[in-house]
Structures are given as C-alpha cells and as structure tokens.
Nanobody
Framework: QVQLVESGGGLVQAGGSLRLSCAASGRTFSSYVMGWFRQAPGKEREFVAATNWSGSVTYYADSVKGRFTISSDRAKNTLYLQMNGLEPEDTALYYC????????????????WGQGTQVTVSS
C-alpha cells in the first residue's frame, strides 16, 4: 500500500552534513511509524532512528544520538534524516522503512522499504 523512495545521499568529507529524504506515496496512514536503517558492506542492517508523523516520539541508535535528527512533513508525506558531524563509520546504504505496528528497532517488524540511498563519508 505504501511506496518509499529515498534521496539525498552522496559523497561528503568527514565532519560534513547531509539531509536524506524519503518520499512516501500510495496509501499512507498517520498511525504508521517511520524509520531509518543503514547497512554497511559485510554488516547486518542496523537501526538508525524512528518517529511517528507528528514527531512527538523519536528513537535514535546510540551511535547517532546528538548528530542525527529525524523529522517529517506529513503534508508532503516526506520523512527526513538530518545528519551532522558525519564520520567514515557512517558510510552505508541508508533505507527508509514504515510499519503499521508499534515502534521497533527490528528490521523484520517493518513491512515497507525503499530502495536505499548511498552515503559515503571520506576521511
């Protein structure tokens, strides 16, 4: 029912910033929980952040707290991830995801996924 398309990835030097966007289309619901995940080569997909559409509740992985900010624009059906103070360890393919259920940090709980956008941070 929901299609997700990420954008905004690219190559940036350490210490720089990027703003990722996730455009949602199709049938969306205000109750859906939206999340960002990332996967580096040879590693498992890991949780980055999650939020509801109102932004009243947010969750962050410990590795990105204080550096990344998740937000959304319900009118535009768009999710954002502002990434500041990027480090080489942040290099990964970043995915947008959605679930009709409760907040979760587990990939299997999310039923809708985007194709991913590559973020590469050079030292």
């Amino acid at each position: 029912q929901v299609q997700l398309v990420e954008s905004g990835g690219g190559l940036v030097q350490a210490g720089g910033s990027l703003r990722l966007s996730c455009a949602a289309s199709g049938r969306t619901f205000s109750s859906y929980v939206m999340g960002w995940f990332r996967q580096a080569p040879g590693k498992e997909r890991e949780f980055v952040a999650a939020t509801n559409w109102s932004g009243s509740v947010t969750y962050y992985a410990d590795s990105v707290k204080g550096r990344f900010t998740i937000s959304s624009d319900r009118a535009k059906n768009t999710l954002y991830l502002q990434m500041n103070g990027l480090e080489p360890e942040d290099t990964a393919l970043y995915y947008c995801a959605a679930t009709a259920y409760a907040y979760s940090r587990t990939t299997r709980d999310y039923g809708y996924w985007g194709q991913g956008t590559q973020v590469t941070v050079s030292s």
